[in-house]
């Protein structure tokens, strides 16, 4: 018994090492501006420039856009399918993997040769392009975001409380909004913040289509400057665990499905 | 008068019909229970009732009005699910209100009908609760006043007690009828368990392979069944291969015993005519009690005690028997091997069509 906890411990300490290791050097490194004392004058570089406030806010749009317009996309159809055409799910799933093999740079290049001339001439405008990327991103995000969703749809029994509420007089967006949407908030919190987390990080999409996003900017700044890059990937790195943690708090009054043992 | 009608429904899926020209009329404030195996067809015609499944042909009459083709959020039908599905984002007095608040009631009516729908169910203290924190009869019954509050025309019940233990489900099956009483609403009820639809049913419809066997009240389906199916799906049944001797007699032979029917498919019969006739257990006795109509030589194969009865096997020649007795402390059993004389009265030897 002793040996397993010893052998359980040493697992723990090496997966420890193995993670914080080099977020505590990435850490050190970008507090060592200042030589031979520990600072924030990294930290302070990078909040002042216009660039990183531009970029960071632009990225935070277009996120918040791909996250509306994919959640819309993606929940209507995983609802659908679970409600109607179960037996069509092994198709979606596929469907909703492609982007995993097809490469990001194949597929913007597929984007700039049908939508840079007519009929859908988008990156002409910049507002054009914009929406380009945001529908790049959803295709992006979608193995993650279907993922989320269809996990939530699949821990509630969906087709019966939507004839539940249909039998009660509701119709389809009633129930959707009143029933189904609060059941699996988990779910689309994680598949809102997972889309977040690759709409700020991505490079690909962003710079090839010449927009003035976060991923751009931090390659950029990896290639000018030392210590910079550093704590912007604290910086990441905290904003995603705020967000892991915002999942959590938001999450967490969700009701359960369980039953009261002998509460009859 | 009719409240309800199926005319000629039926339901195809692919190739296969899961309803075949179902017909029936349900009058008003009665208890129709939908009894028969899985896959009969019973909760594919109550899914029809309720519009989640579109007849491929037939009517569906409620009120004198055609509702086949109504969307199931037009139809006023109280539904009640196996699974309670109770949403479990909602309080209990926000589950039963829901459907009020589609119907745009006022605040203060939802309020007073949420409250009388508690009072109904005997959780007044309950509304603040969610499904999660209450036990599965007491979720059945908000799923039961969550269909009661809108007013339905008609209450449908898939198989509410099938996910509750034994007890629960004996209380829970009174106190759904005495509120259907109370109401004085059209309730259909589909179960796959003979003794809830017999105890809780104005009517039965017994259903094998899409189509009904035989409808009838819980004494006639019981007492009077008119297919062997009915017979052996409802009760324990014996039944045995005959033929008719005397039709005006009512003299039939199984195996090589001679036996007495009262049955007028036996009257109605040919001499010679192959017959299946079929005894309830508890119709049989063993001579001691002096009845004489048909005896026959019997020998005690196997006794189980089964509690309130107990089961005694017997052989007649070749065919098997069993014989239920009510239990009592100064009941003198048969011993087993032992050869005795069994007998049961004319009317109790039935007819089944095959």
């Known amino acids: 018994m002793r040996k397993i906890n010893l052998w359980a411990w040493l697992w723990i300490i090496l997966g420890g090492l193995y993670f914080f290791g080099p977020l505590y050097g990435a850490l050190d490194f970008s507090m060592r501006e200042k030589r031979g004392i520990l600072s924030f004058v990294a930290y302070e570089n990078v909040l002042k420039d216009p660039n990183f406030r531009d970029s960071f806010t632009y990225s935070t749009l277009i996120a918040l856009a791909t996250i509306t317009v994919g959640l819309i996309l993606i929940v209507s159809t995983a609802y659908w399918v679970h409600l109607r055409l179960p037996q069509a799910r092994p198709i979606v799933d596929f469907i909703t993997l492609l982007p995993f093999v097809v490469p990001a740079i194949v597929l913007v290049d597929g984007f700039i040769q049908i939508y840079s001339g007519p009929p859908f001439a988008l990156t002409d405008t910049p507002q054009g392009t914009n929406v380009l990327l945001m529908f790049g991103y959803i295709v992006t995000a979608m193995p993650y975001m279907y993922r989320s969703v269809d996990a939530g749809l699949r821990a509630v029994d969906v087709r019966t409380l939507t004839e539940a509420g249909q039998s009660l007089g509701a119709g389809w967006i009633t129930i959707l909004f009143r029933v189904i949407l609060p059941n699996i908030r988990t779910a689309l919190l994680s598949g809102a913040f997972l889309t977040f987390a690759i709409v700020i990080g991505e490079y690909t999409f962003a710079s090839l289509l010449a927009r003035p996003a976060f991923g751009p900017y931090m390659v950029l700044l990896g290639q000018d400057r030392a210590y910079e890059p550093a704590a912007l990937s604290i910086m990441s790195f905290a904003l995603t665990w705020a967000a892991m943690m915002l999942i959590q708090f938001l999450g967490r009054g969700a009701p359960g499905q369980g039953q009261v043992a002998g509460a009859h | 008068m009719t409240h309800l009608s199926l005319s000629n429904v039926s339901k195809k899926f692919v190739e296969t019909f899961a309803v075949k020209d179902f017909n029936l009329a349900v009058e008003r404030g009665e208890f129709v229970s939908f009894l028969g195996p899985s896959g009969c067809g019973k909760t594919t015609t109550l899914r029809m009732i309720a519009g989640f499944e579109a007849p491929t042909a037939g009517k569906v009459i409620l009120d004198d009005v055609d509702v086949t083709s109504k969307a199931p959020n037009q139809r006023n039908v109280g539904m009640v699910f196996q699974s309670y599905a109770l949403f479990p984002n909602m309080t209990v007095a926000q589950n039963i209100g829901f459907g009020l608040r589609i119907h745009r009631e006022s605040e203060a009516a939802i309020k007073q009908r949420v409250s009388e729908m508690l009072a109904l169910i005997h959780l007044e203290k309950r509304g603040s609760n969610y499904p999660h924190q209450l036990s599965g009869g007491q979720q059945q019954r908000v799923a039961l006043a969550r269909a009661l509050a809108i007013h339905p025309q008609v209450l449908l019940l898939d198989e509410p007690l099938s996910a509750l233990d034994a007890k629960i489900r004996v209380s829970l099956r009174a106190e759904i009828r005495s509120i259907q009483r109370a109401l004085g609403i059209t309730a259909i009820y589909v179960t796959h368990d003979q003794e809830e639809a017999l105890s809780i049913s104005d009517r039965i419809v017994v259903m094998n392979a899409g189509a009904i066997e035989q409808v009838g009240t819980p004494f006639e389906i019981y007492n009077f069944p008119q297919t062997a199916f ?57 001579l001691s009690e002096g009845k004489r109509a048909n005896v026959f030589e019997c020998k005690i194969e196997n006794i189980t005690f089964l509690g309130s009865v107990v089961r005694v096997q017997v052989s007649v020649g070749n065919v098997k028997f069993n014989n239920d007795t009510f239990n009592n402390p100064f009941l003198e059993l048969p011993k087993i091997g032992e050869k005795t004389q069994i007998t049961c009265a004319r009317d109790a030897v039935l007819v089944l069509k095959n």
Do not use: Y
């Open chain 2, 230 to 286: 009915v017979a052996n799906f409802v009760g324990t049944l014996n039944t045995a291969e005959a033929e008719v001797i005397d039709p005006s007699k009512g003299l039939i032979r199984m195996d090589a015993v001679q036996l007495e029917s009262d049955s007028p498919e036996i009257k109605s019969g040919q001499k010679g005519e192959k017959i299946t006739i079929a005894i309830r257990p508890e119709r049989l006795h063993f």
